[in-house]
């Protein structure tokens, strides 16, 4: 899949989004971050999706064209960004979890504090838009046109390297292996179950789909 092209399922996307570099260009300068793990929301057709009882004001910009930046603001507390994917009015969106920051690692640092692991930085999706400066303020960036948060192809994952397992956290919809990573990173946030995780409906086949080889990206 090229990279320039997103408008693609979220489960085909997110795969591919590994090893891709997010960059984002703040006031004191950039950081960039290689995205390690990921997890596919699928619109209308995905209980666990922010878009499946329809459009509202907070997930608009996830109904519109893939390429852009879906941010919003988890739990109060802290902000999480996405790659919106597939075709204008499809709502869907991958969820960038963890990266590793592979440019302005001071500046990484200072808005993370002194003390985190290098390994830590980037890990988990509040600590990744601190590490990079997303804000609200981003949501609905286009990525790849060359603003102030820009996706570039970066590096394809080693071969056997992308692993799928369920996503974490989230309450339905929980077994679905919509969650990507790079297996042995580092950086990789740990998997936790959420304590109210009620079974899927969804059939078998369709719950569990197999990521495409490694390095695909073209």
């Given at each position: 899949?090229?990279?320039?092209?997103?408008?693609?399922?979220?489960?085909?996307?997110?795969?591919?989004?590994?090893?891709?570099?997010?960059?984002?260009v703040g006031k004191d300068g950039p950081v960039s971050v290689v995205i390690t793990e990921t997890e596919a929301y699928s619109g209308f057709t995905?209980?666990?999706?922010?878009?499946?009882?329809?459009?509202?004001?907070?997930?608009?910009?996830?109904?519109?064209?893939?390429?852009?930046?879906?941010?919003?603001?988890?739990?109060?507390?802290?902000?999480?960004?996405?790659?919106?994917?597939?075709?204008?009015?499809?709502a869907a969106g991958v969820l960038l979890r963890a990266g590793r920051v592979v440019a302005g690692e001071a500046r990484a640092r200072r808005r993370?504090?002194?003390?985190?692991?290098?390994?830590?930085?980037?890990?988990?999706?509040?600590?990744?838009?601190?590490?990079?400066?997303?804000?609200?303020?981003?949501?609905?960036?286009?990525?790849?046109?060359?603003?102030?948060?820009?996706?570039?192809?970066?590096?394809?994952?080693?071969?056997?390297?992308?692993?799928?397992g369920p996503r974490v956290g989230v309450s339905r919809a929980a077994d679905w292996l919509h969650r990507f990573y790079l297996a042995g990173d580092?950086?990789?946030?740990?998997?936790?179950?959420?304590?109210?995780?009620?079974?899927?409906?969804?059939?078998?086949?369709?719950?569990?789909?197999?990521?495409?080889?490694?390095?695909?990206?073209?």
């Amino acid at each position: 899949m090229n990279i320039d092209d997103l408008s693609h399922s979220a489960e085909a996307v997110a795969p591919e989004l590994l090893g891709a570099v997010l960059t984002c260009v703040g006031k004191d300068g950039p950081v960039s971050v290689v995205i390690t793990e990921t997890e596919a929301y699928s619109g209308f057709t995905d209980p666990a999706s922010h878009a499946y009882r329809g459009r509202t004001p907070r997930n608009a910009v996830m109904f519109g064209p893939a390429g852009h930046l879906y941010v919003y603001r988890s739990h109060g507390l802290h902000w999480c960004a996405n790659v919106v994917t597939a075709t204008d009015g499809v709502a869907a969106g991958v969820l960038l979890r963890a990266g590793r920051v592979v440019a302005g690692e001071a500046r990484a640092r200072r808005r993370r504090g002194g003390q985190v692991e290098s390994s830590r930085l980037a890990r988990g999706p509040g600590n990744l838009c601190r590490a990079l400066g997303i804000t609200g303020d981003h949501n609905g960036t286009d990525l790849l046109g060359g603003g102030a948060v820009t996706l570039s192809p970066g590096w394809p994952p080693a071969p056997g390297s992308v692993r799928a397992g369920p996503r974490v956290g989230v309450s339905r919809a929980a077994d679905w292996l919509h969650r990507f990573y790079l297996a042995g990173d580092p950086t990789v946030s740990a998997y936790r179950a959420s304590p109210r995780a009620v079974p899927s409906t969804r059939p078998h086949s369709t719950r569990h789909p197999r990521p495409p080889a490694p390095g695909s990206r073209s």
